[in-house]
């Protein structure tokens, strides 16, 4: 089976230079009765299922490193970028702007809620003016309201 891959490669070969040319020493011509194809594809898969296997471990060797000895993980952070692709430096901002599609997309939220479910105090935002931060004060007092969780206060 391992061996597959590369025989039907040196078949492509043999039938590109002519079925008479001289076989390498130490070597017999190639005979498949098989789909040529569907065993070049199998060979080819089986192959890059063990290269993606054997660098999953590495990834995991490497991080078990990094880890038990204590160092940092910008290296392996810096590494899968560069793997990915992500070469740009990430964004750096000071706020969020709330953009009108936001509003656009809770409406119709709030639309299907109360025309469609018959639930219009289930569908609730909270806006407020300046950086985006986690106040919370509304998504608690809808949760104590609807999910029974223990009042903000509490």
């Known amino acids: 089976m391992k061996s597959t891959f590369w025989q039907v490669c040196i078949l492509f070969v043999t039938l590109s230079t002519g079925s008479n040319a001289e076989t390498l020493p130490g070597t017999e011509p190639l005979t498949i009765s098989d789909d040529i194809a569907s065993n070049l594809v199998a060979g080819a898969d089986r192959f890059l299922l063990k290269k993606i296997e054997q660098a999953a471990i590495r990834c995991i060797n490497d991080l078990k490193t990094a880890v038990s000895t204590g160092t940092e993980l910008k290296e392996q952070r810096e590494k899968l970028r560069a793997m990915l692709g992500l070469l740009d430096?990430?964004?750096?901002?000071?706020?969020?702007?709330?953009?009108?599609?936001v509003a656009y997309e809770?409406?119709?939220?709030?639309?299907?809620?109360?025309?469609?479910?018959k639930l219009p105090?289930?569908?609730?935002?909270?806006?407020?003016?300046?950086?985006?931060?986690?106040?919370?004060?509304?998504?608690?007092?809808?949760?104590?309201?609807?999910?029974?969780?223990p009042a903000p206060n509490q």
């Open 89 to 101: 430096p990430p964004l750096q901002f000071e706020e969020l702007e709330l953009l009108s599609t």
């Open 106 to 117: 809770f409406a119709k939220v709030r639309h299907l809620y109360a025309a469609r479910l």
């Open 121 to 149: 105090d289930r569908a609730q935002i909270e806006w407020f003016a300046g950086p985006h931060t986690i106040n919370g004060k509304g998504t608690f007092d809808f949760l104590h309201k609807h999910l029974k969780w």
